[in-house]
C-alpha cells in the first residue's frame, strides 16, 4: 500500500485546514486508515481513525469535536478537517493504514503500531 498526504501548513490559532491521503493497494472495507501527529520531544498520538465494515470512527480525547475524518471511497481518499486548531495542534501529521484482519475497528487502534505510513505532512498553528 502507499499513502501520499497533502494539505499541511502554517494557519493562526481558531483556523482551519484539511489534509488528505491518498491511498493505493488498500480497501478500506478490510483496513484501518486514519491520521497519527508527532510534535517535537512528544511520542506519536492517534489522532483519527476509519475503517472497517461499518466505516467505525474514532478521535483523541484532545481533537473531539474540532476534527472530523471522512473518506472518500471512489477516490481511496482519507481527509482530516481540523478547525478550531490551536498552538498545541503543531506537529507533523502522518497518515497510516494497517489490515485489519477481517475484525472491526475498535478505539484502541489509535494506540496500535500501523504498518503503512506517509511521508508526513507539516502542520503549524501560529499563537
Known amino acids: 500500500a502507499q499513502l501520499v498526504e497533502s494539505g499541511g501548513g502554517l494557519v493562526q490559532a481558531g483556523g482551519s485546514l484539511r489534509l488528505s491521503c491518498a491511498a493505493s493497494g488498500l480497501s478500506f472495507d478490510y483496513y484501518a486508515i486514519g491520521w497519527f501527529r508527532q510534535a517535537p520531544g512528544k511520542e506519536r498520538e492517534g489522532v483519527a481513525l476509519t475503517g472497517g465494515y461499518d466505516g467505525a470512527t474514532y478521535y483523541a480525547d484532545s481533537v473531539k469535536g474540532r476534527f472530523t475524518i471522512s473518506s472518500d471511497n471512489a477516490k481511496n481518499t482519507v481527509y482530516l478537517e481540523m478547525n478550531s486548531l490551536t498552538p498545541g495542534d503543531t506537529a507533523v501529521y502522518y497518515c497510516?493504514?494497517?489490515?485489519?484482519?477481517?475484525?472491526?475497528?475498535?478505539?484502541?487502534?489509535?494506540?496500535?503500531?500501523?504498518?503503512?505510513w506517509g511521508q508526513g505532512t507539516q502542520v503549524t498553528v501560529a499563537s
Open positions: 497510516a493504514a494497517d489490515d485489519l484482519s477481517g475484525r472491526w475497528l475498535v478505539r484502541s487502534d489509535l494506540q496500535r503500531q500501523f504498518h503503512y
